[in-house]
């Protein structure tokens, strides 16, 4: 049997590693899989919830908002990259300035 605290320690290390990574890359394709990793140490910090026999509705309708808000990230995401290379024909992040109005 896996302790609590191992999955929660085990969490928040892939959500460091994540957040590491999506301050560190140079492109879109890495910061979406560092956004991912992140998704992912949430889904991993939600496991312990679901043992508490009093917390298993809620942790279930918390885990479906999370997967419906880490799908609807991942396909807006996808859908900015795809229009960033169509545009610029590069998805380096050094090309997109703030706000987006020098593309």
Known sequence: MIDVAVVLI?????????????ISSKDLIRLLIS?????????????????????????FMLAVITVFTSSSELLILIGAIVK???????????????????L
């Open 10 to 22: 085990t969490s928040v290390l892939v959500l460091m590693v994540g957040y590491t990574m999506a």
């Open 35 to 59: 956004l991912e990793m992140m998704f992912g140490a949430v889904f991993l910090a939600l496991i312990p919830l679901f043992s508490i026999k009093s917390l298993i509705s809620e942790s």
């Open 84 to 102: 960033l290379d169509r545009i610029k024909k590069d998805i380096s992040v050094d090309s997109i300035s703030v706000g987006g109005d020098t």
